[in-house]
C-alpha cells in the first residue's frame, strides 16, 4: 500500500486526506494544532465553498453542513464609479453557496479524519523533519498554508503578472439589516475603487451571523488597522468606510454588533506563485498544494475553491500514478494539469485586481449595464465565480464579451 503524508490540516491537506482515505492509502496526517486548537483559535479568511466544490465535498461525504448553514442562491453586485450612482446586479448561483466558519470546518473534518482510521500527528514540522519524512513516504504533500515551509518553494513571477499586497478587514457581526430583495439567501459584494467588500451570511459554532470583510491596497482609503485597534475600534472603522464609499452596505451594518471579541481578523495578503517542488538538503522532493504554490487576490474571492479544487486534481493524478513512482517530472505534471484550470482564476483575479487603476474598461461597464437589464448576463456573471475558464469566453475579453451581448440582445428582439 502506497505511504502518503501529507503536513498540514488546511482545506487542501484534509479534503487530500480523505480522498486518499477513501481509496485505501495509508494516509499520514501531521499537523501543528489540534482540532481543539483550532476550534478555539483565531479565524481566518471568510470562505464560500461554491457550487462544484461542494459536490466534491459530498463526494467524499464531508458536507456536514448542508442543513444548517444559510444557502446563498443569489449574490448581489454592487459597483461604484467614482463620480456616477452605483450600477447593481443580482445573478443567480447554479445551485448554492455555503460558508462556514474555518475553525468548525476544519476541526470537525480533522477530527472526522481520525475517526475513519485516519492517522493524525500533531507536530510543527521543521525542515530536517521533511528531509527525513521524505525518505519513510512514497509521496510527500506540503499544505501548509501560508506556513512558513512554503519558503521551501521558488518563487515563479512568470505566472503571475499582477499580483498586489492586500490589506483585509474582517469582522463576523450579529444585526445585520435585511432589504426587500434581500435575506439570508443573498451574498453581497461590492467594489470601489476605494477597495472591495464582502457581506454574506456564515455559520460559526455560535450560529449563522455574517461575516463583513473588506479589502483594500496597504496605505490606502480603507488601510486604517497600523495602530492594531481593538475589535470595537475596528468594526466602527469598517462602518465608517461603508459610509464613505458604499452606503448600502453602511444601512444594512449600521446596527451590526461583533458576535464575540475574538472573531475578527486583520492581515496583510501577498499573492504569488511558486514552483511546486521542493528540494530538500539530502535531495529528496516534497510536492506544494493549494495556498503554498498559488494564492490569488482575495479581490477574486478564489482562494478556497483553487485550494479544493488543486486537492481534487492531485487526488485523481496519484491515482493515476498507481505503483510508479512520484518523480519530479510526475510532480511537476500534477501541478500542470492543476494549472490549466488554475491559471484562470488568476486570470479574473488578475482583472478585478486591476480594474480601477485607470478608467473602468469600457467593455466592463457595458457588461454591467447589460447584466441589470438581463438576468442571463448576471447569472452567467454569478456562476463565472464556480467556473472562472468561462470568464475567458467573454468577461475577460472586450471582444468576445461584446459578441455575447449582442448575441443576448438579439435573443431579446433589442
Ligand atoms: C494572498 C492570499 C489570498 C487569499 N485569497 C482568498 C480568497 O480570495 N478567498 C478565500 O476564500 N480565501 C483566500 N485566501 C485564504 C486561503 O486561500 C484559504 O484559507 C485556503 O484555505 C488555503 O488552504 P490551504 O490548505 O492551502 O491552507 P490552510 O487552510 O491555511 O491550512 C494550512 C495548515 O497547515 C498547518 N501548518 C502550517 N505550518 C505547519 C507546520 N510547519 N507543520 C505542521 N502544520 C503546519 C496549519 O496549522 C493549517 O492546518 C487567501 C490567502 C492568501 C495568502
Known sequence: MRKILIVGAGQSGLHLAHGLLSHGYDVTLITGQTSI?????????????????????????????????PHMEKFNVHMY????????????????????????KMADWLEYFEDRGGKVVIHGVTLSDLDYFSRMFDLVVVAVGAGELGALFDRDPSRISAARERVLAQVYIDGVASTGDSDDTTGWVATTPAGNVFLVPVLTAQGPCHSLFLVGEPGGAVDTWHDKPSPQQQLDRMKDHLRQHMPEYYERCRNAVLIDGKSRLIERLHPQV????????SGGLVLGIADV???????????????????????????DRGDRPFDEAYLRRMFEDFWSYGQSAEMWAQMISTMWDTELPEHLQEVMGAAMVYPEVADRWIQGWDYPPDYQNWLLDPVLARKYLAEVAATRGR
Open 81 to 104: 464609479p467614482p463620480g456616477s450612482p452605483p450600477m447593481v446586479i443580482q445573478g443567480r448561483n447554479d445551485g448554492y453557496i455555503l460558508s462556514v466558519d474555518r475553525r468548525v
Open 293 to 319: 504554490v498559488v494564492t490569488t487576490d482575495p479581490f477574486g474571492g478564489q482562494g478556497w475553491n483553487n485550494s479544493t479544487r488543486c486537492a481534487k486534481s492531485y487526488l485523481t493524478s496519484i491515482l
Open 37 to 69: 486548537e483550532i476550534r478555539t483559535g483565531r479565524p481566518s479568511i471568510t470562505q464560500f465553498t461554491l457550487p462544484t466544490v461542494l459536490g466534491y465535498e459530498r463526494e467524499l461525504q464531508l458536507d456536514f453542513w448542508s442543513s444548517v448553514a
Open 274 to 281: 511558486r514552483q511546486p517542488v521542493g528540494r530538500l538538503p
